[in-house]
């Protein structure tokens, strides 16, 4: 059997750990083939191996059963191998022909020629079911066209190969669909296509069949019709996964989180939390579903000092803390991991050591009379990365080099540690691999059963409905109900957030 | 070629790049009819054939040092303080006032007392900057620059009106203040050298243990790197960019005193900058903003300026060759990405 591409025994080493060791990934040409992994399994490293970034240092690649060597991506462009990347690499100010030829742009007379061009984009996005408009500004379009605006690229510059890299990541629901369809299309067309991706769901949905690795490690490639979801996460995690949570029902006591009345308005003055109540006990979790943008990172900044609130309280065990600095507030008993890791929850340029004391550094034992004790800190580094399972070739690696999954786990560390009496988690798992996720799940409920107030922000439903003891709904910045997970579904939730009326109303507490 | 990149980076870099801008140099004297060999050796001999000359330079390097100290250590913060002539100017002004103000000082009290009068006027003059910049996010870049203009004609204004000795200066600093030392004199063969290089390598001591072993160096090198996570952490943001320039500044006010309580000993009407403000961008840089990288780089770019005497002199090459070739270093330091692409294709050529 020929492969249109075949890397065997690919090994690619860095400073201090093995990124992949030993992995053999067979294309056939016409399939989807799911490359799955979790974060930092070393995914990424094997597609930047083919696409010519990385050069390994074992292995051989071959495309249509021709030996290559991709010393750079553009031998890999003339291979007719097309890299659809998770962020994307667009003009934001430029139009879709404009993005789609830049690099190689067709000339005549040494003028560009866009009419041309905007004529061939025009064509090949029919011929896909692409249904782009070439002269549409990146910026005035949604996130799933300017997708497609990047599997336009790949196409226009005759790729036949194409690799993608998590694409439903940054999707919503219906884009999914649109875009599993647009895959199926591309297949339908001749096109062979690797999709990287940590969804078990999708890769049964999709995919033909599906190579596993695991701590840069090949598992093994096998048919998606023979297997099923459990199978997959065992081979990908090394063991038996837990899909849902195994946890008592919760015994909470004391309201930890009091908010009474609250607004705050958002960068443009516009009330984004409008005059919102909730409370969070001592001993449960609390989840907060609602559509992205109604209020859930005002509500959070607010909590934790970073944003000021225009009226209404705040209280933290009776205290009211209502405007406070963030540190005062974080000192006050809170923990907060933030939304976006990489803008709030670390700084990417300090070691892991250095982000583990980014809250206790001017304290003791990590520093004295204004003097740090870098000794001190490493030490508790390695014991919160050994204790969490940070994957990491040390404490002084800088956060940088870690994968997603495993600078979550170093802020859920950080956070946990202190022992705060509300634990705000935002998105906590976001991007990560069905283990991070279980891990983070369970320290969630571990934290709930030593007592503390829990309080979850997510936009997946099925992590709301799974994780929470009681689920507040928000919309528009009010909390608009709250119901218990065991007395609702998912449908009723979509409802409510969306702005519905509850009809059993008045039913719940 | 592996050297060009990860953690060597920041040493393999600087010394390709002077390699390569004495190369260019010496092409430039080819092209010109000198005789490039001939040159160096008396660029080198012109460094270290004597007592006289290595103290020259030792002199050179001192205020190189502080300003380059200034520079990197605003850097390491995220901001890029183009004002350290100006800091230094009046550094310069401060330490002389104080040199001729007081009599009778003990000099174990009187020269720190100095120093710390020229540190706390250059810190005062970042201020403004380093204000504008947390309050109102105007641009250091921008704000320091026009700062520096400020600095020349209020220093000029200053003594013209209320210092001015016979021959457009200041009168000479009491020697309590002074730090010159006819010990270092005389080992060096009458040279210039003063007890400033002492301080310049304690400023470099202070910034590096600042910067890497305090809470305060923490907070700053947070606050330069992401100043939404050190918002998250409880670093007060504002206050850590005011007070990074405001470090920057007494750097750069130092520098001004080795001139002012040193070398001269006095401060002259300024008709133009001294430059050294300016040089310490390039020390800075090619001193990859590390304490000891800048002392280094202090040495060579002091090193040069001093072996230039000797290369005019012996080869009767102009002096400005070695500026061309200071500003082919800064250029090849500053295009180190131009070097890693050069290092990747001969990469690949070799490998094919």
């Not at chain 1, 809170?334 to 809250?359: A, C, T, Y």
């Not at chain 2, 641009?139 to 520096?148: P, Q, Y």
């Not at chain 2, 500003?327 to 990747?344: D, G, K």
Request: glycine share 10%.
């Amino acid at each position: 059997m020929e492969y249109v591409i075949e890397m065997r025994n690919i090994r690619k080493e860095f400073p201090g750990i093995v990124a992949n060791d030993n992995i053999t990934l067979q294309l056939q040409k016409g399939e989807i083939h799911a490359l799955l992994g979790e974060n930092g399994a070393g995914k990424s490293t094997l597609m930047n191996v083919l696409f010519g970034l990385y050069q390994p240092e074992q292995g051989e690649i071959h495309v249509r059963g021709q030996k290559v060597n991709i010393t750079d991506p553009n031998i890999a462009n003339e291979l007719g191998i097309g890299m659809v990347h998770q962020h994307f690499m667009l003009v934001e100010k430029f139009t879709v022909t404009e993005n789609i030829i830049l690099g190689n742009e067709p000339t005549t007379k040494g003028q560009v020629n866009l009419k041309t061009a905007a004529k061939e984009v025009e064509s090949i996005s029919k011929q896909y079911g692409l249904s782009v408009d070439p002269n549409a500004k990146i910026e005035d379009i949604s996130v799933g066209m300017q997708q497609r605006v990047e599997i336009l690229k790949t196409l226009y510059r005759g790729a036949d190969i194409l690799i993608f890299d998590e694409p439903t990541a940054v999707l919503t629901p219906q884009e999914i669909k649109e875009l599993i369809a647009i895959m199926k299309k591309l297949i339908a067309e001749g096109k062979s296509i690797i999709l990287i991706t940590h969804k078990l769901k999708e890769i049964m949905e999709v995919s033909d069949r599906c190579t596993v690795i695991r701590r840069g490690v090949g598992i093994g490639t096998v048919d998606v019709a023979n297997t099923n979801e459990d199978e997959l996460a065992s081979m990908m995690v090394g063991r038996e996964v837990n899909f849902s949570i195994q946890k008592k029902p919760s015994e909470p006591t004391t309201d930890t989180l009091e908010i009474k009345n609250l607004v705050v308005e958002d960068a443009r003055k516009v009330p984004a939390v409008n005059g919102m109540d909730l409370s969070v006990r001592a001993g449960e979790i609390v989840g907060i579903a609602g559509v992205d943008g109604n209020g859930q990172s005002e509500l959070i900044e607010a909590i934790t000092g970073l944003r000021k609130s225009k009226s209404g309280s705040v209280m933290l065990n009776g205290k009211d803390v209502t405007n406070w600095k963030p540190r005062r507030v974080t000192e006050g008993g809170i923990g907060h991991i933030p939304q976006d890791r990489h803008k709030h929850g670390l700084v990417l340029d300090f070691s892991i050591g250095e982000n583990m004391v980014l809250q206790t550094y001017y304290k003791r034992p990590f520093s004295r009379n204004g003097i740090l004790s870098i000794p001190t800190i490493m030490e508790k580094a390695k014991s919160l990365i050994k204790e969490y399972d940070v994957r990491t070739p040390s404490e002084s690696t800088p956060a940088r080099a870690l994968s997603g999954g495993n600078q979550q786990k170093a802020i859920i560390a950080r956070e946990i540690d202190r022992s705060p009496n509300l634990l705000i988690a935002a998105q906590p798992t976001r991007g990560l691999d069905v283990g991070a996720i279980e891990f983070i799940h369970s320290k969630l409920v571990e934290e709930r059963d030593k007592g503390k107030a829990v309080l979850l922000i997510s936009f997946e439903l099925e992590e709301i409905m799974n994780v929470s003891d009681r689920i507040a709904v928000i919309y528009e910045g009010k909390i608009v109900a709250i119901v218990k997970p065991e007395e609702t579904t998912e449908q009723e939730l979509g409802l409510l957030m969306a702005g519905a009326n509850r009809k059993k109303a008045g039913e719940t507490s | 070629m592996k050297l060009l990149k990860g953690k060597w980076s920041a040493i393999t870099v600087p010394v390709l790049s002077v390699a390569l801008g004495l190369l260019v140099g010496g092409m430039i004297m080819l092209v010109s009819g000198y005789n490039p060999i001939v040159a160096y050796a008396a660029l080198f001999n012109g460094i270290f054939s004597n007592s006289y000359v290595l103290g020259e330079t030792v002199r050179q390097m001192t205020p190189l040092i502080l300003s380059g100290l200034a520079v990197a250590f605003a850097f390491r913060t995220g901001l890029f303080n183009i004002g350290v002539e100006g800091q230094l100017l009046v550094g310069w002004l401060a330490s002389v006032y104080v040199g001729l103000q007081f009599e009778g000082l003990s000099p174990l009290v009187h020269i720190p007392l100095a120093i710390l009068a020229a540190g706390v006027a250059g810190a005062m003059w970042a201020f403004v900057p380093g204000f504008l910049k947390a309050k109102y996010h105007v641009h250091e870049v921008i704000t320091t620059i026009m700062m520096n203009y400020v600095a020349l004609h209020v220093v000029n204004a200053i003594i013209r009106t209320y210092l001015l000795a016979p021959g457009e200066r200041t009168d000479q600093i009491n020697q309590s203040a002074s730090l010159q030392s006819s010990f270092l004199q005389t080992v060096t063969d009458f040279s210039r050298l003063h007890y400033g290089f002492v301080v310049a390598i304690i400023g470099a001591i202070i910034m590096w243990f600042l910067l890497w072993k305090t809470t305060t160096g923490y907070e700053l090198r947070s606050v330069g790197f992401n100043k939404y996570a050190s918002e998250y952490a409880g670093i007060n943001v504002q206050r850590n960019i005011i007070l990074s320039m405001v470090i920057s500044g007494a750097f750069a006010g130092a520098a001004g005193a080795m001139e002012g309580l040193g070398t001269y000993g006095y401060m002259t009407v300024m008709a133009d900058f001294t430059g050294v403000g300016f040089d310490g961008i390039a020390v800075a840089l090619l001193g990859a903003n590390s304490a000891f990288g800048v002392v280094l780089a202090s040495a060579l770019f002091g090193g040069l300026k001093i072996g230039a005497l000797n290369m005019q002199s012996v080869a009767q090459v102009p002096t400005q060759l070695v500026e061309i070739v200071i500003a082919m270093i800064i250029f090849f330091v500053a295009s180190s990405y131009l070097i890693h692409w050069i290092s990747n294709r001969v990469n690949k050529r070799g490998k094919i």
